[in-house]
């Protein structure tokens, strides 16, 4: 998360400018009202960002499954926790960091889901880390400094 | 989220709006699990207002169709949204519901089951 800053650009670029460059750092508690406001904030910025709807669904929805296993499983006190979210948009790419100072989790070890099993043997777990790898490009994990730091890449496709 | 139930024959439509996540979707799935404990066995899911669908409404989904499926029940959904509809495709989903467009579409399909 010690990238620079970019400038946003969003409001001096030419207004022919499909899509401009620019980033967001939010950071919030392990608190579920909070990540809802985090996930507000983030769209509100690709919007501004003029990132495809489908790409914005698509990061909305794996930060969703992300910050949710957070909350759910990285935390076994009742303390207050920081999470910290990043994404960058850049003409044809969007980057998000997610850091977290929970346990130990590297969701690419989980096990991939079976899509094309039948009902009887469908698993019920494990559905939301199948999204966040099915719906980005690119995913890495990292533990540093007793962080978990998730780094997810989406293509942007034009007129998607 | 909303849920309204309305009964059709033998049919019970459950309607869904707005978000099913994991805020809401606990009462989504209690309501089907006690809708099958209680013997009911046709669902139409009317989920046309529905925008936002993440794999806790996935989980309670798959519960009940995995507690419905010994007992010869059946779940339907009908006018999902871009959005949901990429999120069925991407889970497999699509494969394990019956999809309709729209209501009339689903209630046929129920008919035609007999």
């Known amino acids: 998360l010690n990238a620079p800053d970019f400038p946003c650009a969003c409001f001096a670029c030419a207004q022919n400018h499909a899509m401009h460059r620019g980033s967001i750092t939010i950071a919030c508690k392990n608190d579920p009202a909070e990540t809802e406001r985090l996930q507000q904030k983030i769209c509100r910025f690709c919007e501004l960002h003029e990132i495809p709807s489908r790409a914005i669904h698509a990061l909305d929805l794996a930060l969703d499954e992300l910050l949710t296993n957070i909350l759910h499983y990285a935390y076994s006190d009742k303390a207050t926790h920081e999470i910290t979210v990043r994404v960058e948009a850049e003409p044809e790419l969007l980057n998000a960091w997610i850091e977290d100072d929970g346990k130990a989790f590297n969701p690419l070890e989980i096990s991939p889901v079976d899509i094309t099993r039948p009902l009887a043997e469908r698993e019920v777990g494990g559905l939301g880390i199948h999204l966040v790898r099915s719906l980005m490009n690119r995913i890495d994990y990292e533990r540093a400094n007793g962080k978990n730091v998730l780094t997810l890449q989406k293509m942007l496709t034009r007129n998607k | ?114």
């Open chain 2, 1 to 114: 989220m909303q849920i309204r139930e309305e009964k059709e024959g033998d049919v019970l439509i459950v309607s869904v709006d707005d978000r099913l996540d994991s805020f809401t979707s606990d009462e989504f799935e209690n309501l089907l699990l006690q809708r099958i404990e209680s013997g009911q066995r046709f669902f139409l899911l009317d989920w046309t207002k529905l925008d936002y669908v993440n794999s806790a409404g996935l989980k309670a989904l798959l519960l009940a169709a995995k507690k419905l499926d010994p007992v010869k029940g059946q779940i339907i959904l009908c006018g999902l949204a871009t959005n949901v509809q990429m999120v069925f495709d991407l889970t497999g989903f699509h494969h394990l519901f019956t999809l309709k467009p729209d209501r009339a579409a689903a209630l046929e399909c129920f008919r035609e089951r007999g």
